[in-house]
């Protein structure tokens, strides 16, 4: 700690802070531009500017700029001095010269930082009388907006999307007063992360699209805090809500989780639920039509009374896009025995070993945060910028902690990025990465290795070993013994096994690959579910567990498919798989399937035998899947904004996510929807929940593994000064005159008997508990940068600790036994590939697949050959194919992708009817007969 002097009255502050951030921290405003905790300092806008005193006894000091200058023990400042007044005074005023007076219409407006250091300086009038420097704005695709007259030149836009998040597309053109902040053209921006440009950006040069078209002023939007469905990191999020219909979405602070920032997956996906395959009533199938028809919830949930009349014949089919306590309802419906988790045996066994890796294990799972501190990382089979793009944001900060060390040894201040960059140059910490194909952190990466899923398998297990046997040992008899003992070691599980025939460039690569992790502080392994290798789940471990032997404090980081997947995974032990074996015994009328649709599962001839029209099938759902279509009758679920539940991320970590307004028509949550079924059959176990807190008991009280799940956040009962937490700001408007159509009198707010929130501006507007915090706001802090005034240290975790419990922690003392069973190297076969899944940011995943915005950037079914395999069935870029996949032909264009190995086919999962979790598989790929797409 270090004490500094802020006006003659001394202060504790951390160690290697910069002033700015420790006055912050502190709870001092001092205006700024182009400083982000996130990003460090560059100096670039003067406007943090504050007076230094060499010591007690100097009067005149002199100007500094607080982001640039260090905490450092003993350092004298002042904020108001009033000299150090006018120059924030003059910096915001000349900023000001070519600023628009256009706020009133600026969609900025409301929760502008300009507009909040305007004030916050005293600048309220402009002497400037001369026309201003204008600009033409550009396209820069459907998430983001462009207009660059408002730009005041702080370069954070380009230093996050350059600089952070790896972004070549936008940059900065011209010099002095005409610098130019977006595309060489006009164009769609390229990142995953260009959403957040509109959160960084200080006015509002770069804003949301898609709230442009229902645009809604900050404190007229309800929110609550909310979490991500749309990949299974679990970022949290603030969904915003006028006229019951969802407006946009933005970050949730939570440092262990997603920090700053989205993806754009996350940030866009939400507009889905705005959408027109919505199910906002139920819907009945008569007997003999073709198509279902609304009807009310009463003759709906009498004719699920009828279907449900004897349980013995009724299965369960779970989902791991819904939460903990709708999966947990059904399976308390059912019957434990009758409940199968709503995904494929392959898939459920790969999400079981992950979680046995993880609780068996000696190596921790890793949070967003922790990947990103991680100084030597390995990626098998992982295409992270595609399956979970946060992580790759995180695995871009990871390759600059080694080159830290450049700086320190430089004396130069971690947040002082500009110096640090320039000291480090192009220096970059280890990265290897593993995949099938091509990523876009290939430009980061020390090395990559492209190969079949099994042959990664094996480099991991190569590295695993390499780590274990540390360096090589000497040739002669000490060599033969090591062999020996290896060989007895692997047979009892107490060392990695050994990879037979493994090619000399492979194992020369799995050397350089365990030096390099062996030589770090922190080491990280990245793998997943997504090309579907249990050989590689368990090399992974392997390396990780030889890294804790090591004394090193090796990390896994699992990529898992979907926002509840390991939750599913640790409630049900059955899959479809075993769903579809029970049915065939004949015994089973009735299946309720909750919030999946089959056909992304198991594909086509399984999903049509297991909804086979000789039984009754009930469908819980927000959405009209094709599932959902062949059911007898539809119950309309709750989206995540509409409802309360928890969800478990890929770390293990349970969190909460709150009702941000209250639908309309029947739709509820489908926890609500199985009580109510379970009272049609007098089933009085369920029907004695009446609330999110009744649930969340039973779940704990019936599976251990949860029993923190109601420490998560407050019950329902919960008050601060006898109030709710207010969803809605204490400015927001016209409650009257919304529902002037339906009555001149302001209606009583809904009731909301599952959370410690209100429907209502009346209620408490101070500091909630962070599982709690609606919005953040603060006087004079109406922008995003708020947030400091939540967290224990301006870029730390919020006061009270970052939202969530982790529910898996590693084994301790335990005796590690390896995975052993390596897999044999991949051989060609003639005249067939084989097929992987390809994974795409926009497009493969579900629900964001239905938001127009995420539409438009989702590829076009294709099938990926490397060009000699394309020639080989002569076929060109475009040239019109048949795939031959697990009995069905698929017609798709050919795409050239130069780093699939020959032999490998790649085809993108979640788009144009193939379901991902059967690949990788063997096909076969013909040319057709119309030869162009």
């Given at each position: ?181 977006g595309r060489q053209t006009d164009g769609t921006l390229e990142s995953e992360f260009a959403g957040n440009l509109v959160e960084v950006c200080p006015t509002g040069v770069f804003t949301d699209k898609t709230l442009r078209p229902h645009y809604t002023r900050k404190w007229d939007l309800q929110t609550a805090p909310s979490v991500c469905v749309h990949c299974g990191v679990g970022c949290n999020t603030i969904p915003s809500e006028r006229y019951g219909e969802l407006r946009r979405l933005r970050a949730r602070h939570n440092g262990q989780v997603n920090g700053y920032f989205l993806c754009d997956r996350g940030r866009y996906g939400y507009e889905f639920m705005n959408g027109s395959r919505r ?639 059967l690949l990788p598989a063997w096909g076969k790929v013909r040319r057709a007969e119309e030869t162009h797409a």
């Amino acid at each position: 700690m270090a004490t500094i002097y802020i006006d003659n009255q001394p202060y504790q502050v951390g160690d290697g802070q910069n002033l700015l951030q420790a006055c912050l921290s502190l709870g001092f405003d001092i205006p700024y531009f182009c400083w982000h905790p996130a990003m460090g300092s560059v100096g670039a806008c003067r406007q943090c500017a504050v007076k230094q005193f060499r010591d007690e006894n100097d009067t005149k000091g002199k100007i500094v700029m607080s982001c640039m200058t260090p905490a450092e023990d003993g350092t004298r400042i002042s904020i108001d001095d009033p000299e150090v007044l006018d120059f924030r005074a003059s910096i915001i005023e000349w900023l000001m010269e070519n600023h628009p007076h256009d706020c009133p219409v600026c969609d900025e407006g409301s929760e502008c930082h300009l507009q909040d250091m305007t004030v916050m300086t005293g600048h309220t009038y402009r002497r400037f009388r001369f026309p201003k420097r204008t600009h033409v704005n550009q396209d820069l695709g459907p998430f983001v907006t462009h207009e660059m007259n408002r730009c005041i030149q702080c370069y954070r836009c380009v230093r996050f999307y350059r600089d952070y998040a790896g972004g070549r597309d936008l940059d900065v053109f011209a010099a002095h007063n005409h610098v130019y902040f977006g595309r060489q053209t006009d164009g769609t921006l390229e990142s995953e992360f260009a959403g957040n440009l509109v959160e960084v950006c200080p006015t509002g040069v770069f804003t949301d699209k898609t709230l442009r078209p229902h645009y809604t002023r900050k404190w007229d939007l309800q929110t609550a805090p909310s979490v991500c469905v749309h990949c299974g990191v679990g970022c949290n999020t603030i969904p915003s809500e006028r006229y019951g219909e969802l407006r946009r979405l933005r970050a949730r602070h939570n440092g262990q989780v997603n920090g700053y920032f989205l993806c754009d997956r996350g940030r866009y996906g939400y507009e889905f639920m705005n959408g027109s395959r919505r199910v906002r009533q139920p819907l009945l199938r008569g007997e003999g039509q073709p198509s279902v028809e609304p009807a009310s919830k009463e003759v709906a949930l009498e004719r699920v009374a009828g279907l449900l009349s004897d349980t013995a014949r009724v299965i369960g089919i779970g989902s791991p896009r819904a939460s903990l306590e709708a999966n947990f309802g059904l399976r308390a419906l059912v019957g434990e025995h009758h409940f199968y988790a709503g995904v494929s045996g392959k898939e459920l066994g790969l999400l079981r070993t992950m979680l046995d890796i993880l609780q068996k294990g000696p190596a921790r799972s890793a949070s967003l945060h922790g990947m990103g501190t991680a100084d030597a990382v390995l990626v098998l089979g992982e295409d992270v910028t595609n399956t979970a793009p946060m992580m790759a944001l995180a695995l871009r900060q990871s390759v600059r902690q080694q080159p830290m060390s450049i700086a320190d040894r430089l004396h130069i201040s971690r947040w002082d990025d500009y110096a640090v960059r320039n000291a480090v140059q192009q220096e970059k910490g280890p990265l290897f990465i593993a995949t099938p194909h091509a990523t876009k952190l290939d430009d980061v990466a020390t090395r990559t290795y492209r190969a079949a899923p099994d042959d990664l398998a094996r480099l991991g297990f190569a590295v695993a070993c390499a780590v274990h046997d540390g360096p090589p040992p000497e040739k002669g008899v000490s060599g033969v013994l090591t062999s020996l003992q290896r060989g007895v070691a692997g047979l009892l599980g107490a060392a990695p096994p050994a990879v037979e025939g493994l090619p000399d460039t492979v194992r020369t690569l799995a050397d350089t690959i365990a030096k390099a992790l062996q030589g770090a502080q922190r080491p990280l392994v990245v793998a997943g579910s997504s090309i579907g290798s249990e050989a590689l789940l368990h090399a992974a471990a392997d390396v990780a567990w030889a890294l804790c032997q090591k004394g090193r404090p090796a990390a896994l980081a699992f990529v898992v498919p979907e926002c509840n997947s390991l939750g599913l995974a640790l409630t049900g032990e059955r899959s479809l798989d075993d769903a579809l074996r029970h049915l065939r015994d004949g015994r089973i009328d009735t299946v309720v399937v909750l919030e999946n649709d089959l056909y992304r599962r198991m594909g086509v001839g399984p999903a049509d035998e297991l909804l086979d029209a000789k039984r009754h099938v009930v469908a819980i759902d927000h959405t009209l899947t094709p599932t959902a279509e062949k059911a007898e009758v539809v119950l309309p679920a709750a989206t995540f904004a509409e409802g309360d539940g928890t969800l478990v991320n890929s770390e293990g970590r349970a969190q909460r996510f709150y009702q941000v307004f209250v639908p309309g028509g029947s739709i509820q949550e489908s926890w609500r929807w199985v009580r109510d079924m379970a009272a049609t059959i007098r089933q009085t176990e369920l029907q004695d929940w009446q609330a999110l807190d009744d649930v969340v008991a039973a779940l704990a009280g019936a599976l251990p593994v949860f029993r923190q799940v109601p420490d998560i956040a407050p019950p329902a009962g919960f008050r601060v000064a006898g109030l709710k937490i207010a969803r809605q700001h204490e400015r927001y408007s016209g409650r009257t005159a919304m529902l002037a159509n339906v009555t001149v009198h302001e209606p009583r707010p809904p009731d909301d008997p599952d959370s410690a929130l209100a429907f209502t501006m009346e209620g408490y507007q101070g500091e909630p508990p962070p599982p709690l915090i609606p919005r953040f706001w603060a006087p004079g802090w109406n922008s995003p940068q708020a947030i400091n005034k939540f967290q224990s240290e301006v870029g730390g975790p919020l006061r009270g600790g970052d939202p969530g419990r982790r529910l898996i922690e590693p084994a301790q003392g335990v005796k590690v036994t390896y995975f052993h069973r390596v897999p044999a190297a991949t051989r060609p076969r003639r005249g067939e590939w084989l097929i992987v899944p390809i994974y795409h940011a926009f497009g493969s995943e579900e629900l964001s697949a239905l938001a127009p915005g995420v539409a438009m950037l989702a590829p076009r079914p294709y099938v990926g050959l490397n060009p000699e395999d394309a020639a080989s069935v002569a076929a060109h870029e475009g040239t019109v194919v048949d795939v031959e996949l697990d009995g069905q032909t698929h017609r798709l264009p050919v795409k050239h992708m130069p780093s699939l190995p020959q032999g490998i086919a790649a085809v993108p999962a979640g788009i144009g009817g193939i379901a991902g979790p059967l690949l990788p598989a063997w096909g076969k790929v013909r040319r057709a007969e119309e030869t162009h797409a």
